[in-house]
């Protein structure tokens, strides 16, 4: 199974401000089949990244992913209000499908 | 537009089988397209991968817990269904049904989600 690790576990930044996510594999992620998604409390996560650096349908171009092979990264360029959230990578690239422990972006 | 929706009871006693069923609305769950699946997360903590189905019924599985978990379709109802045995508090959480593409397994659509506690 890959394990995958996120950090930080919280990062505590301003809006306007840009904020760096990073997402570690314990082994390499298959076709760099990595996504991130973005959860807001009391709704579903919605799909953010997938590919390691497509954006989904209606994904705002602050949103950017970057990484190959163990090592991955979610950038978003300027935090807008609504960005502050809990965001998971996950790969599907080896069953079983795997997701990070979560990095929570709050307001500082 | 594409809708999942999870029902079932949300008190599942501790021993017994936790049982959920995801309704598909808006697209076919015999599409050649997708795979259809289960995903969990307790509250507060992150997400796991429970199982998966393609419509013809083959069955993919978290080995973590595969030998407690059914999942199972309906395609003349357009649903799939979840079945946990012998569960405990550690089960205690938020089940979304989901859509996997078929070509690479990325998930691009959840259901909202419904909550089940386990009770002593």
């Known amino acids: 199974e890959i394990v995958l690790t996120q950090s930080p576990g919280t990062l505590s930044l301003s809006p306007g401000e840009r904020a760096t996510l990073s997402c570690r594999a314990s082994?390499?992620?298959?076709?760099?089949?990595l996504a991130w998604y973005q959860q807001k409390p009391g709704q579903a996560p919605r799909l953010l990244i997938y590919?390691?650096?497509s954006r989904a349908t209606g994904i705002p171009d602050r949103f950017s992913g970057s990484g190959s092979g163990t090592d991955f990264t979610l950038t978003i360029s300027r935090l807008e209000p609504e960005d502050f959230a809990v965001y998971y990578c996950q790969q599907y690239g080896n069953s079983p499908w795997t997701f990070g422990q979560g990095t929570k972006v709050e307001i500082k | 537009q594409l809708q999942l929706q999870e029902s079932g009871p949300g008190l599942v006693k501790a021993s017994e089988t936790l049982s959920l069923t995801c309704t598909v609305s808006g697209g076919s769950i015999s599409s050649t397209s997708y795979y259809w699946g289960w995903i969990r997360q307790p509250p507060g903590e992150g997400l796991q991968w429970i199982g998966s189905m393609y419509y013809t019924g083959s069955t993919y599985y978290n080995p973590s817990l595969k030998s407690r978990v059914t999942i199972s379709v309906d395609t003349s109802k357009n649903q799939f269904s979840l079945k946990l045995s012998s569960v405990t508090a550690a089960d205690t959480a938020v089940y979304y049904c989901?859509?996997?593409?078929?070509?690479?397994?990325?998930?691009?659509?959840w259901g909202q989600g419904t909550l089940v506690t386990v009770s002593s």
């Open positions: 989901v859509r996997h593409r078929y070509f690479d397994w990325l998930l691009n659509y």
């Open positions: 082994q390499s992620v298959s076709s760099s089949y």
């Open positions: 590919g390691a650096s």
